[in-house]
């Protein structure tokens, strides 16, 4: 590995361990999800996993079943983006856990050109897309 790579690696790992703080801000019981949007090295939107503005912060039912309207931590982060005057073209996502398919639309539609991720979600469909949408994806195991 070249230095300019090892660099990209350091700010990689780092910015992910900020995503994984970032998640502690979820009031989801299940699991926490942070994402931070990163574009010329400057975080351009964040998001962590929760129910849409206005709801209760209740993410799970007594059954301990997600709620469906509950949003993923992308999604939050590539919206906000939306309501912002910031432009994710060519920017890298970091995300704790690896992206769903629906999460995969949107950051693709999205012009993210890197996703970095730190945990392997159950299915891999969202990898999948993303890779033949010609979208950079990187596992970094979570230290």
Known sequence: MNKEEQKQQ???RRYLRMAQIWAENSYCKRR?????VVKDKMIISDGYNGTPSGFDNVCEDENDTTYPYVLHAEANAITKLARSNNNSDGSTLYVTASPCIECAKLIIQAGIKRVIYGEEYRLADGLDLMRKAGIEV???KQD
């Open 32 to 36: 926490q999800v942070g994402a931070l």
């Open 138 to 140: 990187v596992y970094l």
């Open 10 to 12: 350091t700010l990689d």
